[in-house]
């Protein structure tokens, strides 16, 4: 439906005359005339207003699908930093009342875990900061440094609270409900890695292995990690060496030697493997992980400069690859590389 006979509609159902609609607007009775006969638009600044007048959302006003809402949250949600509370509790609303839906029901559940972390992610921003803050204004007071654990993933010295047990209990259940799914496999063995429970994730390894969709190669980096677990370093050297020798030109067998040499402070070995990495990347447009860790360990190693080069370049991606002026992401790496100059 147009705007201008959705406008009309809800006018009719919220009992207004023209002039009274207008009067509210604090426009002329003429211009709501001109809306509803698609003579001219409402101005974007008064859909708002539109929209608490009528009691509906401004989605509510352009009559857009439930797909096109989906698609209007998830965007929103990919580039801004944080929703204003009439916003997300639109957004909450429509999305629960989704959730049923036998058409939208899985991607509304995904988006509404996406909104409900997007408002714990802008919060604990903030709460890392103001962490920071108190820790620095009394250094020596034991108070705020549990927050920044939560909020940033700092290190906590107590086993009991770094373990995944509770991640891997709950994906071994995912993985025993879903057997031949592959994926489920790979984030359980990820979290068993982390703690070090390396006969375990050895035992499901051999199980995703033996599935139709294995992917040999990542088999392979999986082997070498869990020999790490054990502390076996020559073999696990081993295992990533054949494999960036048998996979020179695959860039996703590059990129995983290059975060194992990364996991294990071999700098060097993984700016190399990072590089080559992302060269052989055919795709477009490609993804800035392997910059990403470039610019962390220049930083790691005080090369802030080279960092900061390593920003140049990731902004160059994002504005002639993805096309992006005003991204989110695109604001932070350039802030990043401003703090790096600095540094410099």
């Known amino acids: 439906m147009e705007l201008g006979k959705k406008i009309r509609q809800l006018r009719f159902r919220a ?20 809306w509803e006969n698609a003579v001219a638009m409402p101005d974007i600044s008064a ?14 006003l352009f009559d857009l699908t439930s797909e096109q809402r989906l698609n209007r949250i998830e965007n929103s949600l990919d580039i801004t930093d944080e929703l204003p509370q009439e916003l997300f509790k639109e957004y909450e609303d429509f999305l629960k ?47 705020c440094q549990w927050i920044l654990n939560k909020a940033e993933g700092h290190a906590v010295w107590d086993w009991n609270m ?14 025993e409900e879903n057997p031949g799914v592959r994926l489920p496999y790979m984030y359980l063995i990820d979290n068993l890695l982390a703690d ?18 294995a992917r040999n190669t990542m088999d392979q980096v999986y082997r070498a990690h869990i020999a790490l677990a054990r502390f076996d370093e020559k073999t696990a050297d081993k295992l990533i060496e054949d494999l960036v020798s048998a996979h020179p030109e695959d860039d996703g067998c590059l990129f995983e030697a290059a975060q194992y040499y990364a996991e294990k402070c071999d700098y060097a070995k993984a700016i ?14 490609r993804f800035c992980d392997a910059l990403m860790a470039i610019a962390d360990i220049y930083e790691i190693m005080g090369s802030y400069a080279k960092a900061a080069q390593t ?28 703090r790096l100059l600095e540094k410099a």
């Open 15 to 34: 009992g207004l005359t023209q002039e009274q609609l207008a009067e509210k607007l604090g426009i002329g009775a003429q211009s709501v005339s001109k």
């Open 47 to 60: 859909l708002p207003l539109l929209a608490e007048i009528f009691g509906v959302s401004i989605d509510d």
């Open 97 to 143: 009342a989704q959730l049923k839906d036998e058409q939208n029901g899985q991607r509304a559940t995904s988006l509404i875990a996406y909104l409900y972390w997007h408002r714990m992610n802008s919060c604990a921003a903030k709460a890392a900061r103001y962490a920071k803050d108190a820790i620095r204004t009394a250094p020596e007071v034991k108070d």
């Open 162 to 175: 770094s373990n995944h047990t509770r991640a891997i209990n709950f994906w071994r259940g995912v993985v």
């Open 196 to 213: 070090h429970r390396a006969d375990e994730a050895e035992k499901y390894l051999e199980r995703a292995s033996r599935l139709p969709n």
């Open 272 to 285: 190399d493997l990072y590089e080559r990495s992302f060269e052989k990347d055919e795709r477009r447009p």
């Open 311 to 338: 920003y140049d370049r990731m902004i160059e991606l994002l504005e002639k690859e993805w096309g992006l002026t005003e991204d989110t992401q695109l604001a932070e790496a350039k802030k990043e590389k401003a």
